[in-house]
């Protein structure tokens, strides 16, 4: 996404302030390098703790439930419904970027 692009002003205006993509701790979870990482989640039913790969389902299930897998050490209900907020393509583009922005580190 390029500068002016409204889904990358979307994720700059909205996203950024709970996430940062340089290592600012911030409210919601870091997001550097989130693509194919290793991700400490609780799933919501049980509260089970398990070890996911973040792919782009689990950065769209992330965006469009964020209480479906909670990071580990974060509470439930920190962060809004966006599929509410922000359009199918939206969402895709921003699964999108947050996977090319990983790779391009």
């Known amino acids: 996404m390029e500068n002016g692009d409204p889904d990358q ?3 700059q205006n909205f996203c950024s ?6 290592d600012v701790p911030l409210t919601g979870p870091n997001l550097r390098g989130i693509a194919g990482s290793k991700r400490r989640v609780r799933n919501k039913p049980d ?10 389902a689990y950065l769209r299930q992330s965006i469009l439930d964020p209480n479906a897998l909670l990071v580990d050490g974060y509470p ?7 599929g509410a907020i922000f359009t199918e ?3 895709d583009a ?12």
């Open 17 to 22: 302030a709970c996430h940062s993509l340089d």
């Open 94 to 105: 921003l699964v999108d970027y947050l996977l090319n922005a990983s790779q391009a580190e």
């Open 76 to 82: 439930e209900n920190l962060m809004p419904p966006i």
């Open 89 to 91: 393509a939206q969402v």
């Open 47 to 56: 509260g089970e703790l398990r070890e996911i790969e973040a792919d782009a």
């Open 9 to 11: 002003i979307s994720l």
